[in-house]
């Protein structure tokens, strides 16, 4: 059997939930229907928290916060369960009852509240928005066309986006959600005519969004689906002519719950026919508690997968350290993209990197994150000048233009989920496995000058998303292979990826065949000792993963393969029923330890 996430026991994890779920069934005996009567009154008035309540369905969950006297605030249809409000007493006695599963809801954010390092770009302030001048020069001499830095032009070329657009292919007919903090329209902007629907599911809420006091989802979705024309002609977006539907889940600074979360994911699931929603973006990520099947928020989204809607995790701005994809990026059945840059020198493709930001895999359960990666080093996009972000970073802000510069993995899932829509539009029979396998199998992966890998599977996926190969892709079973998400769902069966770590910290991919399982699978690319690499290297096409992704890959936890890490969850503890999220101290956390989403990384 599988021994370990790259982490702790599985035999003594598995040991210590049957022990657990014996002793709370024997437990549960005892519980009376109308227990909440007897309920002491000093407890009963204390400070009660929000859970989020799982059982078999989302009734059985309100009946047992029901009889023990919490409050249900909204169902949560999507993952069987409800959003409720207990007492420390209420939360015991639940705890108790058979067939629940109970989380204290976990505080998560968009952005982090402090300023970034000096912002490369703030030189060029007067430049662009006089627009006087054709070139300026940033802090480290070099040298940079200014109308380039402003409408960030180059990335729909490097991924493709401007060659399909110009041959009609923009997305049209394709609806992308974006939950995120809202979307503010400038006058004048062709957004209002492609939104579809809008909900504001914050504080429990389910009005229309009336803006983005925050920034950051209006700052995604213009990258992913702006309609307006840059200067250069081309469009400023990657699928200019989606249709959107934006889900609002944080609040003014970004702030919000994975109640909230679930609670968006629930909404669009729920919609999903109703309004065409075909792509799913999700920019924010929080880091893992646990393995993924036992995290509610990647339960949500594994549920929207399955529904048949394409979902885009950004895989976190927490690298270059190896392990540190976030949670939704963690699941391993949806596409996570991690980010590039250019450099600052948008046409010469030689010196792009990987962003230092940029997450990197493996998951705690051995699967290879990113899938792919996409650009997202200083990009521009739409902003009102008055929001949050603009305000706690005005050097990056161009109030003229209503633009606005940030870097991170953010950026470069809306990228991909622009691509994704342009390859529905061009094939709406793709199912969510297939546009997944088409993205990998036509990437580009970066190389060095020799014509090696310049960067691991770990590091950048398949590599650079290429648009236009993506859509006359005809590859077809390469990804998801071994996985069963519906088996995952049920709880009867979960999976690991072929990834492992040796006692010297390398990390491999390891050989699946019966014959030789667990030995390190020979080839480029499939080795890592968890360096970052710098230099000069190209995004090319036709290299090893067009041909066939032996590590993407999942395997049963049955399996008789071994890992041999002893790496553990950063937060040394596994979910189990009844256990809270906890802080970086090892302290039960609760909703009063926020974890940070989407960390503010410098322009790069």
């Known amino acids: 059997m599988w021994t370990n996430r790259l982490g702790s026991s599985r035999l003594l994890i598995a040991l210590a939930l049957t022990a657990s779920g014996a002793a709370s069934a024997a437990a549960s005996a005892a519980v009376p229907a109308a227990s909440h009567m007897a309920e002491p009154a000093a407890i009963r008035d204390g400070v009660s928290r929000r859970y989020i309540v799982e059982a078999s369905t989302t009734d059985a969950a309100r009946q047992s916060v029901a009889r023990v006297g919490g409050a249900v605030e909204r169902s949560l249809d999507i993952i069987h369960g409800v959003e409720a409000q207990l007492n ?25 509240t402090t300023a970034p390092a000096t912002n490369p770009l703030s030189a060029l302030t007067s430049a662009i928005v006089s627009q006087a001048s054709s070139s300026a020069t940033l802090a480290d001499g070099k040298a940079v066309d200014v109308p380039t830095i402003l409408y960030q032009t180059d990335y729909t070329a490097q991924v493709g986006a401007s060659t399909l657009q110009a041959a009609g292919t923009t997305g049209k ?58 200067i250069a002609g081309g469009y400023f977006g990657i699928a200019p002519k989606s249709n959107l539907v934006i889900v609002r889940a944080f609040n003014s600074d970004g702030a919000g719950t994975y109640a909230n979360v679930i609670a968006g994911l629930n909404w669009i699931v729920a919609n999903k026919a109703k309004y065409n929603i075909r792509v799913l973006n999700l920019s924010f990520g929080a880091t893992p508690q646990s393995d ?106 161009n109030p003229t233009e209503s633009l606005f510069t940030m870097s991170g993995t953010s950026q470069a899932a809306a990228v991909t989920s622009g ?52 859509v006359n892709s005809s590859a077809t079973g390469c990804a998801n292979v071994g996985l069963n998400i519906s088996a995952d769902l049920a709880g009867t069966e979960h999976f690991g990826g072929p990834a492992n770590v040796d006692a010297n910290g390398n990390y ?27 230099g000069a290297y190209t995004f090319t096409e036709g290299y090893l993963w067009s041909q066939g992704f032996v590590w993407a890959n999942g395997y049963p936890w049955s399996s008789s393969v071994n890992w041999t890490s002893s790496t553990a969850f950063s937060q040394g503890y596994l979910w189990r029923k009844d256990v809270p999220w906890w802080n970086t101290t090892g302290t039960a956390g609760g909703s009063t330890s926020p974890a940070s989403i989407e960390d503010w990384v410098p322009n790069q």
């Open 508 to 534: 491999y991919i390891m050989n699946m065949a019966a014959s030789s399982a667990g030995t390190p699978l020979s080839g480029a690319g499939l080795h890592w000792s968890s360096g970052y690499v710098t």
């Open 173 to 230: 007919g394709v609806t992308i959600a974006v939950l995120d903090t809202g979307l503010w329209v400038a006058p004048g902007q062709t957004f209002s005519s492609r939104i579809l629907a809008s909900i504001d599911v914050t504080g429990g809420g389910s009005g229309p969004v009336t803006g983005d006091p925050d920034g950051h989802g209006t700052h995604v979705t213009s990258i992913a689906a702006g309609g307006a024309m840059n």
């Open 88 to 112: 420390p007493w209420q939360k015991t006695r639940l705890s108790k009852l058979p067939g629940v599963r109970l989380y204290e809801d976990r505080g998560v954010k968009t952005e982090g």
């Open 419 to 470: 691509v994704v829509a342009l390859m529905l539009q061009a094939d709406p029979s793709l199912t969510p496995d297939n546009v997944k396998c088409q993205l990998m199998a036509s990437a580009r992966p970066a190389l060095t000058s020799a014509g090696a890998l310049a960067y691991s599977v770990f590091q950048q996926g398949a590599g650079l998303v290429n648009a236009v190969s993506a």
């Open 292 to 397: 993924y099947w036992n995290d509610p928020l990647d339960q949500a989204v594994m549920a929207a997968w399955k529904a048949g809607i394409v979902v885009v995790a950004a895989a976190g701005n927490d690298g270059p350290s190896p392990m540190t994809i976030d949670v939704p990026g963690n699941v391993p059945y949806i596409i996570t993209v991690g980010a590039i840059t250019d450099n600052y020198t948008p046409y010469v493709y030689t010196d792009d990197r990987l962003a230092s930001f940029s997450s990197t895999g493996p998951t705690y359960e051995g699967f290879v994150k990113p899938e792919v990666v996409a650009p997202g080093g200083h990009m521009v996009g739409s902003m009102q000048s008055t929001s949050y972000l603009a305000n706690i970073d005005p050097g990056s802000m």
